[in-house]
């Protein structure tokens, strides 16, 4: 008989479990079965784990107790397992750290997995990854850095003239065709720098209809947090279910259940941090596993609908998470990128949620873009587009005569 073990990938949401074939050596690409299963080696599902810790680590370095957000881990480690193709030495290195991999090509591997397979698990559930490069006409990418994007991310790299007053469109046009029309923006003036040498993006998509609908009849109004009302969801059925002593865990199924949405709701004594600072990949996993105190329970479950967006400025994050060297001008390392020098300039990430009574719709967009670290000085952007302070004053006394500020009134 097929022994089965589960595992856990984090996108927007968290994609369902996988089961193993016992031959630990079966590296093949295999097309979904009849049971809507990703086929993963022993030393796959080992991959998944560091990148679910990746994820978790992610997340407590974006929480904010104040304000909702969303991220796609797997974005991430699309878009930068695709660049650390071309790098080397220390800064590959950290890269394979903070995503949770040994090397790039169990990287390659895992990505063309999932993006061969991912999409076709389920017929009522939309998921689309797309990747794709574009090029500043002035540089040239490393025959082999293109090989292997096409090969392990399908992704085609275009090569443009990022002076020609349309590339920046360009780009936010690919990022909305991607993600049907649900994230359209992911560069504006501020961010998008038309000396760089290459912009290179990751595109999720998720649209899942509940397995058990919400009746929106059964929607009101309610305080949430004890302050604000929001509109809240009903319904009372079975669904997998944990207590633990942090948190209530609740498992949401999508279409045949190839993808859940999993909630975690902290204790009333808890907080969102108690319970993220708790989480790893092993935790994780052994919570829905057989002796992990999850059963099908009859649950009577109140959820808002809601709508959340972020824009998230991963350089800092990424940095702290332990790969500075890919954003620094002396340290970064990739050579076998393009022709010239490069250090990562620019990594930010645009996602999206909607939740309603008939399921989930999510997307999320990562961009790197990469500069070049000799040729001068980087480009300066002062735009003042936003509201500013300006003082009038005396220059050899430094006598402050006149200060003021401007909101555009």
């Not at 002035?138 to 293109?146: Q, R, S, T």
């Not at 076998?336 to 620019?346: A, H, Q, R, W």
Request: charged fraction near 20%; aromatic fraction near 10%; hydrophobic fraction near 40%.
């Amino acid at each position: 008989m097929m022994k089965k073990t589960t595992a856990w990938v984090a996108i927007a949401l968290m994609m369902a479990g996988c089961s193993s074939n016992g031959n630990d050596n079966d590296q093949r690409f295999v097309v979904c079965p009849v049971d809507h299963e990703i086929q993963l080696t022993r030393g796959e599902q080992e991959l998944v784990t560091g990148n679910n810790d990746f994820a978790f680590n992610l997340m407590r370095k974006v929480a904010d107790e104040k304000k909702s957000q969303i991220v796609s881990p797997i974005s991430i480690t699309y878009a930068l397992g695709m660049l650390n193709n071309g790098a080397t030495g220390e800064t590959r290195q950290q890269i394979n750290r903070v995503l949770g991999f040994n090397d790039v090509s169990e990287t390659n591997d895992f990505c063309r997995k999932m993006l061969t397979i991912a999409p076709h698990l389920d017929s009522l559930t939309k998921v689309l990854i797309a990747n794709t490069v574009y090029m500043n006409k002035d540089y040239m990418l490393k025959p082999a850095f293109v090989q292997t994007a096409h090969s392990y991310y399908q992704a085609d790299p275009e090569t443009r003239d990022f002076h020609d007053g349309q590339t920046m469109d360009v780009i936010n046009q690919w990022a909305s065709d991607h993600t049907e029309r649900m994230i359209e923006k992911v560069l504006d003036s501020d961010s998008f720098d038309p000396d760089a040498v290459s912009y290179l993006l990751n595109a999720i998509y998720f649209k899942g209809v509940w397995k058990m609908k919400f009746d929106e009849k059964e929607t009101y109004q309610e305080p949430f947090n004890h302050a604000k009302e929001v509109s809240m969801m009903h319904q009372q059925s079975e669904f997998p279910y944990a207590d633990t002593d942090d948190y209530q865990a609740l498992q949401l199924p999508y279409g045949n259940g190839s993808y859940i949405m999993t909630i975690l709701l902290p204790h009333a004594d808890k907080s969102v941090n108690d319970v993220l600072q708790g989480l790893t990949a092993e935790k994780w996993k052994n919570l829905w596993s057989a002796g992990g105190g999850s059963k099908q329970t009859l649950v009577d479950v109140h959820l808002p609908s809601f709508e959340t967006n972020t824009d998230i400025n991963l350089i800092k994050l990424m940095s702290q998470l332990g790969m500075p060297n890919a954003f620094n001008r002396q340290l970064a390392e990739f050579p076998d990128f393009c022709n010239v020098p490069t250090f990562i300039g620019l990594m930010k990430q645009v996602a999206r949620i909607k939740l309603s009574e008939e399921g989930t719709e999510a997307a999320a967009v990562t961009v790197i873009g990469v500069n070049t670290s000799v040729g001068g000085p980087s480009i300066v952007h002062f735009h003042a587009n936003r509201p500013f302070l300006y003082v009038i004053s005396e220059r050899s006394s430094g006598a402050v005569f006149f200060i003021g500020q401007y909101y555009g009134d």
